[in-house]
Each structure stands twice: as structure tokens, then as C-alpha cells.
């Protein structure tokens, strides 16, 4: 499985970016995919998650009503569209595969590699 995340860069404060992450190597329909992410010196912290097959969805209270996920499937890309950006959302951001959209928080099963997001305030 490969994961590919893209979009990244420097916004100032109450802008917006657009992540992308671009899923290979096997079928995602029983799985969801979701995005983590990481700041310099603080542990790696769950952001979204959706259901593949549906397009359910689940979020971090942190990014809830400014950050919307989303797929297609038949690109089998990921997005998350992030909104009214704060410094503290400033980190690296993971794409990562799981179980379920809920099993995401403690179980990933694999992870991208990471795009740098900075929000200047």
C-alpha cells in the first residue's frame, strides 16, 4: 500500500488548504482512511477519518466545523479541506488506513508520508 499526501504550505491565519492523498496498491472499500497530525515536540493526533465505502465520517473535536474530508473513489484520493486555519492546526499531516473510521484513533494499519502545513498568525 502506498500513500501520498500532498498539498501542504504556508497560509496565513483564517485561510484555507486543501490536502490531498493518493491511495494504491490495493482495494479500500472494507477500510476507512483518515488524516493524523503532528506537531514539533507533541504526540501525533487524530484529525478525520471516513468510511471508503459509504463516506461516513468522523472528527476530531479540534477541526470539527472548519475541516471536511472527503474522497473518490474512483481516483482513490483522499482530501482534506481545512478552513479558517489557526497556528496551533501548524504540523505535519499524515495519511494512514484503518479498520473502521471510529478504529482510526487506535488502530492504523498504514501510514503515509507526511506533508508540512504552517499557518502564520
Known amino acids: 500500500v502506498q500513500l501520498q499526501a500532498s498539498g501542504g504550505g504556508l497560509v496565513q491565519a483564517g485561510g484555507s488548504l486543501r490536502l490531498s492523498c493518493a491511495a494504491s496498491g490495493r482495494t479500500f472499500s472494507s477500510y476507512a482512511l483518515g488524516w493524523f497530525r503532528q506537531a514539533p515536540g507533541k504526540e501525533r493526533e487524530f484529525v478525520a477519518a471516513i468510511s471508503w465505502s459509504d463516506g461516513s465520517t468522523y472528527y476530531a473535536n479540534s477541526v470539527k466545523g472548519r475541516f471536511t474530508i472527503s474522497r473518490d473513489n474512483a481516483k482513490n484520493t483522499l482530501y482534506l479541506q481545512m478552513n479558517n486555519l489557526k497556528p496551533e492546526d501548524s504540523a505535519v499531516y499524515y495519511c494512514?488506513?484503518?479498520?473502521?473510521?471510529?478504529?482510526?484513533?487506535?488502530?492504523?494499519?498504514?501510514w503515509g508520508q507526511g506533508t508540512q502545513v504552517t499557518v502564520s498568525s
Open positions: 494512514a488506513v484503518a479498520p473502521t473510521k471510529v478504529a482510526m484513533t487506535t488502530v492504523t494499519l498504514y
